[in-house]
């Protein structure tokens, strides 16, 4: 697909343009599933979704207004993944040196305790699986510190998208189909906004939600106050018969929150705090460093894979002891992410042998905490979407959103649209036996999940943006594609298409299209190898990422593993005509 | 003979008028049993298309023969899907089974079958293909979407088991044909 947009100019513009009787800019927008530019780019789960961001930033909006205006259109375009009853993490680097993460984590109503889990009895969707939304008022908190647009402005595209509508592709279109019963038989509002005629719509149909344009024209013109405190917030409490009362909206707060930094050969990252999985990605890529894995000549070498899948069980121990939310429990990120401890982590690993690992002990070089505990599931969010943006000057958002499940609670707010996310069902039961675990549910508490947007800058410019959805593959697949690029010097493309792994205790999941014998190989180191996924498989997440060449073009491709994109603005000089 | 008799109508109600046409007389009567081959949503489609077409319908996609007994015709909906089938707790060879049992006993009773496959190309495959081929030998009259008839599979299993053929564009255009089979 290669769509060249005409962004209108305004009459005004058009009229000074003339009057100066200079050649005038006429602004378009490349989009494709791979661009180059010079004036910024846009990644996303969706090309449309990508042109939103191009579109604001051809409109002199900057990375974050763009992020933002795409984070919008996403749940437009790509529902199912992220919506406005979702959540999010925002990862920015500003051109001045600023490095911020934006924390939009859905949390628990006020009225919830460590029993409301087990009493819900934990439904894979509906009412009682709902938090309370992030996306509204972090969005804004984002744009409120560091965009330099309007609400108005960067909604504007995702409003018309919503009301003019988009021919509906192959995946949101089977997405539906697999939700289809349900829709039907026990979401009927989510039937009304997704369904055509009570049947699954065909791939092609304009998919028009104007439920959604009224709510998004309604925060346009009063922010995030008519979510949290006014007629949405009314709107939410009744779909949720109370769940998610008035008093919950109006106590959620969205968090600027210190990033993450780490260094890897000779590049530093930056990525997303606890509670989601920047850690992780720091502290495997400092055990990796210990390794000379170029030697191996392909990320798919069975070594250069085992030795990177024992680093991401090590992490994963450490991940799930030690990361949880931050406003309620001291996570050792000091440690976490020290050379050290990498060194004494790293120590553990054979070349021999595939291995488990039990949690180590970040406290060492952390000050002082009191939390340390490894549940026995982990489950995660199999959905979420991602966005990278790179705008001309410098600055830089890693985004990832997500509503939980595909669908989320399946509850959609009538009249405005829009699905909650079913988060919820990821606190456990009360024990006991065992009265503080970290995870238990409480109020205004969120769950753990493994969003790791993430940027790596080189001499403090930024190299890459990168970040996926996926679940607990979001981190594996984006150290395995940091791994490509630094240590293999692949391309970006290439790096994206080369085939991932993913590891769980001893089972080795095998993307499409690993050799043969390097499956031979990993097997006979002991790895539970699994082969049965396809070449491209949406299972190994969605990659969304910009990359900088030496002489500062910028290359966006869009997830080869779901219908991905990348816009960038162009600018074209033509001549005036009188 | 039923499969006779039904073609007979069919041919009469094209030389007569045009199938949408509503009057035609009918050539299947209701209450239809639906169910689904393949438990892919098309089944649960086609029981809202056929409501719409104001097809009295039992629906139950996990259905088994004894259900006919009360149905004065038998609709098959074919598509495969292994979530669904994942879902349903049932393997593809018990869903072959379920279906064959099913095609026999109709055969038995004299019911007419109409199979159907409404969600297109997307929803072609070897098992939904080996599906129909087990469907259309039984099969009175066909109803299935253009876009998965592109390599004309469809077309070829209705001509070697002299079945009725009715396409429509779009999923929602097989309401009509359903209004006129039933003569509502």
């Known amino acids: 697909m290669n769509l060249r947009t005409p962004l209108r100019m305004s009459l005004v513009a058009l009229v000074i343009a003339a009057l100066l009787a200079v050649p005038a800019l006429a602004l378009e927008l490349e989009t494709a599933q791979s661009v180059r530019s010079t004036?910024?780019?846009?990644?996303?789960?969706?090309?449309?979704?990508a042109a939103a961001g191009a579109e604001i930033l051809a409109k002199g909006g900057n990375a974050v207004d763009a992020a933002i205006a795409t984070a919008y259109a996403l749940a437009v375009v790509e529902p199912h993944a992220?919506?406005?009853?979702?959540?999010?993490?925002?990862?920015?680097?500003?051109?001045?040196?600023?490095?911020?993460?934006?924390d939009y984590r859905s949390r628990a109503p006020l009225h919830v305790n460590v029993h409301t889990p087990a009493e819900t009895g934990w439904p894979p969707h509906g009412i009682l699986t709902t938090l309370i939304p992030g996306m509204v008022?972090?969005?804004?908190?984002?744009?409120?510190?560091?965009?330099?647009?309007?609400?108005?402005?960067?909604?504007e595209p995702a409003?018309?998208?919503?009301?003019?509508?988009?021919?509906?592709?192959?995946?949101?279109a089977s997405q539906i189909a697999d939700a289809y019963e349900s829709f039907l038989l026990e979401y009927p509002e989510a039937g009304k906004v997704f369904l055509d005629n009570m049947l699954i719509p065909e791939p092609g149909t304009i998919f028009r939600n104007p439920?959604?344009?009224?709510?998004?024209?309604?925060?346009?013109?009063?922010?995030?106050?008519?979510?949290?405190?006014?007629?949405?917030?009314?709107?939410?409490?009744?779909?949720?018969?109370?769940?998610?009362?008035?008093?919950?909206?109006?106590?959620?707060?969205?968090?600027?929150?210190?990033?993450?930094?780490?260094?890897?050969?000779?590049?530093?990252?930056?990525?997303?705090?606890?509670?989601?999985s920047g850690v992780r990605v720091v502290e495997t890529l400092n055990i990796l460093e210990l390794f000379d894995l170029a030697q191996y000549g392909h990320p798919n070498h069975p070594t250069a894979a085992h030795i990177m899948a024992e680093a991401l069980k090590i992490t994963q121990a450490d991940y799930n002891a030690y990361v949880w939310d931050p406003n309620f429990y001291r996570v050792p990120v000091e440690?976490?992410?020290?050379?050290?401890?990498?060194?004494?982590?790293?120590a553990l690993i054979s070349l021999d042998e595939a291995k488990r690992y039990e949690a180590g002990d970040p406290y060492a070089i952390s000050p002082a905490g009191e939390v340390a505990f490894t549940p026995a599931t982990v489950e995660e969010s199999p959905s979420t979407t991602h966005v990278s943006v790179l705008d001309k000057d410098g600055n830089a958002v890693a985004l990832t959103q997500t509503i939980s499940s595909f669908w989320g609670s399946r509850i959609v707010v009538p009249g405005y649209g829009f699905l909650l996310s079913n988060h919820f069902r990821q606190f456990p039961g009360f024990e006991v036996d065992d009265p503080f675990r970290p995870d238990y549910a409480a109020p205004l508490k969120t769950t753990r999940t493994v969003l790791a947007p993430t940027i790596l800058k080189k001499d403090g410019e930024v190299r890459l943006v990168i970040g996926s959805p996926g679940a607990a593959r979001i981190p594996q697949t984006v150290v395995q594609t940091i791994v490509s690029i630094v240590d293999f010097g692949m391309d970006l493309e290439t790096a994206i298409r080369t085939p991932k792994f993913h590891v769980s205790g001893l089972t080795l999941n095998l993307e499409g299209g690993w050799p043969a014998e390097s499956a031979e190989a990993l097997a006979a180191l002991g790895h539970r190898v699994n082969t049965n996924y396809g070449e491209l498989d949406l299972f190994f997440g969605g990659l969304n990422i910009i990359a900088v060449e030496d002489d500062g073009t910028m290359i966006g491709v869009g997830s080869f593993r779901r219908d991905g994109g990348a816009s960038a603005p162009l600018v074209v000089e033509e001549a005036v005509v009188h | 003979?039923?499969?006779?008799?039904?073609?007979m109508l069919l041919v009469a109600a094209l030389l007569f008028g045009s199938l949408a046409l509503a009057g035609t007389a009918a050539a299947v009567e209701a209450p239809a049993l639906i169910t689904s081959a393949g438990q892919s949503p098309g089944a649960l489609m086609v029981r809202v298309l056929a409501d719409q077409a104001g097809v009295a319908n039992v629906f139950d996609a996990t259905v088994g023969p004894e259900a006919l007994a009360d149905a004065k015709s038998f609709i098959v909906v074919i598509g495969a899907s292994m979530k669904g089938l994942g879902a349903a707790g049932i393997d593809v060879a018990d869903e072959f089974a379920r279906i064959e049992s099913l095609l026999e006993t109709a055969k038995e009773l004299g019911i007419p079958v109409i199979a159907m496959h409404v969600e297109g190309g997307p929803r072609r495959g070897a098992t939904s293909d080996d599906l129909s081929r087990l469907v259309f030998p039984y099969a009175d009259y066909a109803i299935v979407r253009a876009d998965g008839n592109d390599d004309g599979f469809f077309s070829d299993l209705a001509a070697e088991f002299g079945v009725t053929l009715e396409t429509v564009e779009k999923t929602v255009d097989a309401a009509a044909v359903l209004r006129t089979l039933y003569g509502n």
């Open chain 1, 137 to 155: 008022k972090g969005t804004e908190l984002a744009l409120q510190k560091y965009g330099t647009m309007t609400l108005a402005e960067v909604l």
């Open chain 1, 335 to 346: 440690g976490l992410t020290s050379k050290l401890y990498a060194r004494e982590r790293a």
């Open chain 1, 82 to 102: 992220s919506n406005l009853g979702g959540e999010g993490y925002m990862v920015i680097s500003l051109a001045d040196g600023t490095e911020v993460a934006i």
């Open chain 1, 211 to 276: 439920d959604l344009a009224h709510a998004m024209r309604l925060i346009a013109e009063h922010g995030s106050d008519v979510f949290y405190f006014g007629e949405i917030a009314d709107a939410i409490e009744q779909a949720t018969e109370g769940w998610v009362d008035k008093a919950s909206l109006a106590a959620y707060r969205a968090y600027e929150r210190d990033v993450v930094r780490g260094t890897y050969r000779g590049y530093e990252i930056v990525t997303a705090p606890p509670i989601v």
């Open chain 1, 159 to 172: 409003i018309r998208l919503a009301e003019e509508g988009f021919p509906m592709g192959d995946l949101l």
């Open chain 2, 1 to 7: 003979m039923t499969k006779v008799r039904t073609a």
């Open chain 1, 39 to 49: 004036q910024g780019v846009v990644t996303a789960a969706h090309p449309l979704a």
